[in-house]
């Protein structure tokens, strides 16, 4: 019902040449993938080239970023109809480096998404807890706040457009992956708080999961009722390990 989303986040790395030599080598990889929907998010200066490379194929482009407003004095920054030019299906927002590093708040991720969604962009919405909000038992909390924060602009009828990435903060970048119990547990906590705010729409909304996501654990965290896909950042950025991430339902499982 709900078809699995792989998206690589390649965050600041990769070049223009680096991204097309990305592509060349990872499409044969999974081109016969089917049942699956794979999305790269590299940086702004080669979505242009990287889109190219990338079309004809089933393999969907994304921004990492957006600016809110459509157009203005907003020195180095990006709009959404921008990344329409570039043909982009997706774009992320309020990835949990922005909000600590860039100082983002809710308010504004929700200004982002709704941007996106009427330039006919798909969000992918992160939300997270740190290691300290987690073990003051805030979890929870924080994540009904997010979510209600950064979808509060988001219209019902298209609910289903948005895509949410659970990253717990403190397994990003660290090899601490959340296990696929606990990642499920949120999972599943997200998906009641979407049904509260979007009633069965609810059901069709994909609920990634991110933060050390590998080869060797996509499966079972996949495996899980509420685990829809994968936000991938370090494991992303070779094509031998994306392509495995990607192929999870074949190759998938420990090792
Ligand atoms: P990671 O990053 O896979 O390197 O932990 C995930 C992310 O930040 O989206």
Redesign the pocket.
Known sequence: MRTPILAA?W?MHKDVGESVAFAEAFLPLVADAEGVEVVLAPPFTALASLGQAIHGSAVRLAAQNVHPEPKGAFTGEISASMLVDLGCAYAIVG???RRALFAESDEFVARKAAALLAHGIRPIV?VGETLEQREAGRTFDLIETQLEGSLALVPHARAEEIVI?Y?PVW????GRTATPELAQEVHAFIRERLAKRFGDAAARVRIQY????KPDNVYSLMAQPDIDGA??????LEPDSFARIVRFDRTGGPE
């Not at 397994?171 to 660290?174: E, K, R, V, Y």
């Not at 991110?210 to 996501?213: L, M, N």
């Not at 936000?231 to 992303?236: C, E, I, P």
Request: proline share 0%; charged share 15%.
């Open positions: 986040n965050k990835h949990s480096e992160c990435a990253e397994a990003i970048g660290t991110g933060g050390s996501v936000l991938v950042g370090g494991a992303s």
